[in-house]
Every structure is written in C-alpha cells, then in structure tokens.
C-alpha cells in the first residue's frame, strides 16, 4: 500500500502539469471564434478545420523548423564527437576542467548569448568583414541569413549533444580500443567496430536533446534570422502572445508536438534496436 | 618459421620511475614462458611492450630475425589475452572471435571460427553475448580469439586474475592443453607462483624491472639465487652466518654456534660470512632425543602448529630467537607438537641453498602471494 501512496505526487505532477495543459490544449485546438474578430473571444468546439488551416497557412515554417533542427543536430554531433571523445579519452586530469567549461556558457542567459552572436555576426563586425575580404560570403552578410539560424541552433544545443556523448563515451573501456588494435585493426577500423557502435546510446541521447529543443526554438530565427527563416517555433509564439489567435496557435503545437514524436519514435526505434549493449 | 622472441635490453621509463629496465630476454618458440613477479615488478609493461600497446624507451623486440620494435600493434604477428578479457560487448562470441580474421580479410572466417570454438569447447555459445557468459566461458572466448589468429606469439595478461580458485586450477590445465596442442609460444604473466611453476617450461622471476631468476620450475624454486626469489617463488628460512671450514664438498656455516653444511656448487660466496637456506617442506620436525636425522639439525620450541589438512605447518624459534617454519607432511598426524614443545629439526644438507650475504633476507616476502 505504502508504495502506491509514494508515486501519487509523481502520479498528481503528470497529471496535472502533462494530462490536463495537453487536454486543454487540444480543446482550445478545436474551439471556434464567438464572433467575427479575435477579440470577441471563443467557445468550445469540434472545429477540425482550424488543423487544416494552420498547416495550410504554415507549412513552410513547419518543414523549415525540422530542416534546420535536422541540420543543427547534424553539425552539433560532427563537433561534439571530437570533444566528447578528447574528454573522455584523452583529457586524464583536464577532464572536469573540460566539462565545466562545456556547461560554463549556460550561466549567462540563452537570449544574451544569442544577442552577443548578433554582434559578432553583424556586418560591421570582425568575422564578416574578414569573410567579405576573402569573397566567401555569396550574401556580403552573415545575419539574417538561414546560416545565422542554423548557426545559433546548433551553438545553443551543443552542449546537448556533448554531454550524453561524453557519458557514453566515457563508459567505454580504454582496453577495448587496444583489443581492436592487437587484433589488426587500424586506428580508424577500431573506431569503427568498437568505439562507435559502443557509444551509439550516446548518439541517440545527443541527437534526441538537441533535435527536440532545437526545432521548438523560436529565439534563433528572430534574433539571427530574417522573416523567411521563421520556424514554427515563431509562428506558435506569435500566434499565443502577439495574434492571440489560441485556436490556431494550439493546433499547431499539438500538431508539431506529434509529428516531433513521430521523428523520436522512427528514429529511437531505427537507431536503438542495433545491437546495444 | 623460426620465431624465438628475443628482448635486447628493453627499458620503458615513466618519468623518473623505470619500470622494465634493460631486460635480456629469450623466448624459444613454441614454450610456455612465465613472466612472474609482485605487482609493479614490470612483467605487465613488458608484456605490453611486445604487443605493441606500450612504446619502449629504449631497446629492441625481435621475432625470428625481424625486429618489430617500431610496428604499431595493429601489425604485429602476436595477441594477447587481457587481464579482465576485453572481449566487446557489443559483439557475439562469433564475432568476438571473427574480429581479428575479418580485419585480415582471412577467407574462410565461419569454418576457421567453428573450429575455434570446439577447440575451446563453446561450439554452442557462438551467438551469445559475452555479457551473456560465465567467468570461465569469457576467458575461453579471449583465448579463442588471440589464438585463431595463429600468433607467432600468445601474450597473457593474468588471465585467470579474475576467476575464483577452483576455476583457476581447471583453466590453468586447460591453458596447458591448449598450448600444447597447438604449439605456440606463450608468455603468460602472473604474480601466482603456483600458477607460474604448474603450467609454465621456463619461469622468469621480475622484481623492479628487472630479471632476478630464470630457468625451469623445479631449478628455480630449488635453487634460488636470490632471497627475493626464496622468499616470492614459495616459503623459505633464510639464516645469516660465517662459512668457518669445508668438508667433502660441503662447506660448514656457523650460524649462531650452529654448524649447518651446505653443498660448494650451491654457495655463491666461499668464505666469510654467508646466507644459507631452506624451503619449510624440507625440515623434519622430531621430539628432541631422535637420532635418526638427516645432518643439518637444530633445536627449537615451537610457537605455533596449525593442522591444515595435508600437512602441519610449524612455526618454531631457534635458539638464537629466530622464527623458522617447517610442514610436516601428515602422513601419520598421531602427534602433532603442541606450542610450547621442545622439538629438533633436521635436514638434508643438499636440501641447503647458500646466498650472497648482503641479501635482504625480507625482500619478495610482502608480495608473495601465500600458498593454500
């Protein structure tokens, strides 16, 4: 008995801060305008066509929203690998050292960093002009840009992605590594055979923390991008706090809640039932 | 191929700390070498040293007439067996096995791993995990998969480090049965004696960095020539005193006013002062009074006796307050002396070994691993 009564605060917490927001989400999806303005409010309905509308109306932000996730989690684990994989292996007594200092950007705010990268990147600054002087840049600017969008997500999310890496990587035993190489395995074949499918959980954490948050985001898109980088994130947000158009707004996050599901789910279930230890 | 392994003063140093200083070392091909000795002696970074795992500082590693100082591990013809096994966790025994066949792009990798598998008699456990598997069945599966890639050398690691006793005495047989019926040379490392002195031909004793002692079991435990080796390779009481004359090939060593003779050929000093010894198990243990007693005899009173079993072990003191053991083989355990008892012990002077009289007679004793 004494156990059941243990997991009612779990059991009221997810009802109360997960069941019923997301039941009333849904009803609010489905409400219909009391009168012919926003303002005059709504009342409950079955009004489906609010989901087909807002798709209708935002498609592109929503494609847009999983693209540059997708490619911000792609960049985030090229980068993260190395470093995961210095601090686990290599780093010996710089270890917690390394480890502070991949957490040490969350102490200053999410927005300020974002905002600094704003200067960085502004076309004024040291990083463009230096581009702009080697011709690299085809748009003379940085900011504004889907490359400035899919830059910040990937800077903001990185340490996303370090951290379940570095804890699978770091779990690894190093004797592995030499038992790959005694058996003729090169360096790079041993990463291969051993190193990486032993830190695929890692992986599959990293991609999952960063591709989640990253295509919710909406701060990136309107501080470093221009208004044809909006993802769903800004449309959702203008809809709630600027529109005020709940109907509408709730239906697009119930609908990118569930497509984001789908994605965790076929990729969790592709990657995840490789052979993991 | 003729492939004795051939160490030429290997030295590895760790800052200021020289763990293998300078070894000489050769393994013919197709023995069962023993490197032995207390952790931190260096017999695991020479091993190392020649599997390619651990760089020398300076030095050289041949097999046959090829050096093979400089390849990296992933092209040397030898394997090891590690300590803890290694085995990959996210691989099937099969593949476990495999590995090394398939990075050589060796045809043939399903018979040659079948066959592996009976060798080491786990033909039904190819598609589990080694998760799946039991101590004893995991130090196979290590075994099979250095050995399939036919090294012209088979590096041990302790590997039995992680079995219990009984486990251990059966792998150990089984070790010496694969070796044989395979016939390749195996440095195995270990710091159990017993382990060392059953399986191997030829056993090397370490002790900081260095070779102590090397030979066959039986010469080594017989006649060691150092009392770090008397003291680690099994028991031994070692006795300081002064060689005062010489009879038929022996020479007469008085320790304490005690004569005790000890063979010429097993003394390495021929006069002066000397360190002499004996091994426990050679010491008869008799009520003072008896008179047929092997030549070397001292009177002592015994401090502890403990019955274990196959034998009695003995804890005495000489006359000149120096503990001494002795084991009585319990062919006949009617009486057993009690502490506190008079006793006289008695024996062989070709059972005495003679050492160099400035040895340490405690070095090796606080590494030795106790016998059972």
């Not at chain 1, 004024?124 to 830059?151: C, Y």
Request: net charge negative; aromatic share 10%.
């Amino acid at each position: 008995m004494i156990p059941y009564l243990l997991i009612l605060p779990g059991l009221a917490w997810i009802l109360f801060f997960f069941l019923v927001p997301l039941l009333s989400l849904v009803a609010t999806s489905l409400q219909k305008r009391a009168g012919t303005s926003l303002s005059e409010g709504f009342v409950p309905a079955l009004q489906f066509s609010n989901y087909t509308s807002a798709l209708g109306e935002y498609f592109p932000q929503f494609i847009r929203a999983f693209l540059y996730a997708g490619i911000a989690t792609a960049l985030a684990l090229v980068i993260a690998y190395p470093i995961a994989y210095y601090i686990a292996f290599k780093a010996t007594k710089y270890k917690y050292l390394m480890l502070v200092l991949v957490i040490a950007p969350f102490f200053a705010s999410f927005l300020l960093r974002t905002n600094a990268w704003k200067t960085i990147l502004s076309a004024d600054g040291f990083v463009v002009e230096t581009l702009n002087a080697l011709s690299l840049l085809p748009e003379d600017r940085i900011l504004n840009t889907s490359v400035a969008v899919i830059f910040g997500l990937t800077y903001n999310f990185l340490p996303f992605m370090i951290l379940p890496l570095y804890a699978s990587l770091d779990r690894i035993d190093p004797r592995l590594v030499e038992a790959a190489s005694d058996l003729y395995a090169s360096p790079a074949t041993g990463f291969w055979r051993v190193v990486w499918p032993l830190s695929m959980p890692g992986v599959l954490g990293g991609v999952v923390l960063t591709f989640i948050p990253a295509s919710g985001d909406y701060i990136n898109a309107q501080l470093l991008g221009s208004t044809n980088d909006k993802m769903i994130g800004n449309v959702i947000q203008a809809q709630f706090i600027v529109l005020r158009d709940y109907p509408i707004a709730s239906a697009l996050s119930a609908m990118f809640m569930f497509v984001l599901l789908i994605i965790i789910v076929t990729y969790i279930r592709r990657v995840g039932t490789r052979q993991l230890v | 191929m003729a492939a004795d392994l051939n160490l030429q003063r290997l030295t590895r140093e760790f800052g200021e700390h020289t763990a293998v200083d300078h070894i000489d070392l050769i393994v013919p091909q197709g023995t069962f070498f023993a490197l032995l000795g207390p952790s931190g002696c260096g017999k695991t970074t020479t091993l190392r040293m020649v599997a390619g795992l651990e760089e020398p500082t300076s030095g050289h590693i041949r097999l046959g007439d090829r050096d093979i100082t400089d390849l990296p591990a992933y092209r040397r013809p030898v394997n090891t067996v590690f300590q803890n096994y290694a085995l990959f966790p996210h691989l099937d025994v099969f593949d476990n096995v495999a590995f090394g066949l398939k990075r050589r792009k060796v045809a043939d990798v399903k018979k040659k791993v079948s066959e592996m598998l009976e060798l080491v008699e786990l033909g039904k456990m190819a598609d589990r995990k080694p998760g799946q598997l039991s101590g004893g069945q995991q130090q196979r599966v290590a075994v099979a998969r250095a050995l399939i890639n036919e090294p012209a050398v088979l590096l041990l690691d302790e590997p039995l480090g992680a079995l219990d006793l009984k486990l251990r005495r059966q792998m150990q047989i089984e070790l010496k049965r694969i070796q044989i019926e395979v016939g390749t040379t195996f440095v195995h490392v270990t710091h159990d004696q017993e382990e060392a002195m059953s399986m191997a031909d030829t056993v090397a004793v370490m002790n900081l960095g260095k070779i102590e002692q090397m030979g066959d079991p039986i010469s080594v435990y017989e006649h060691p020539k150092t009392a770090f080796v008397a003291n680690f390779l099994g028991q031994a009481n070692l006795l300081k005193g002064d060689i005062v004359g010489e009879e038929n090939d022996h020479l007469v060593v008085d320790v304490h006013g005690v004569k005790f003779s000890v063979p010429r050929s097993e003394a390495p000093v021929h006069d002066g002062r000397i360190v002499i010894g004996v091994r426990p198990e050679k010491i008869t243990v008799v009520d003072p009074g008896v008179t047929t007693l092997p030549k070397n005899q001292v009177a002592a009173t015994v401090i502890d006796s403990s019955f274990i079993g196959v034998s009695t072990q003995y804890l005495v003191e000489s006359p000149w307050g120096q503990p001494m053991i002795a084991f009585e083989q319990n062919r006949d355990p009617t009486d057993v002396a009690r502490p506190g008892d008079p006793v006289l012990l008695g024996w062989e002077p070709r059972h005495t070994f003679g050492l160099d009289p400035d040895e340490d007679l405690k070095a090796g004793l606080q590494e030795s691993v106790p016998a059972l």
